[in-house]
């Protein structure tokens, strides 16, 4: 899942050096928090929150596939 997110992450951003991608994995569940930079946070989350919905839904069905839960954190 951290690969995911950061190859999405980086393609969106002007700045690509400054992603950063931690995943907390439980038992049945992980937890991925992506970090950039404040100027492009924007962009990742997109109008309406579209971009930051299109990245969730697309890391949700890859967990499907392992039987796992995941949730997307954006943070600052």
Request: proline fraction near 1%; glycine fraction near 6%; aromatic fraction near 0%.
């Amino acid at each position: 899942m951290q690969e995911l997110v950061e190859l999405l992450a980086k393609a969106l951003v002007d700045n690509p050096d400054a992603v950063q991608v931690t995943e907390i994995e439980g038992e049945k569940s992980i937890i991925v928090e992506l970090r950039v930079a404040s100027e492009d946070m924007g962009k990742v989350i997109g109008k309406q929150g579209r971009i930051a919905r299109a990245i969730r839904t697309v890391t949700k069905a890859a967990a499907a596939k392992e039987g796992k839960r995941v949730a997307v954190e954006i943070l600052q």
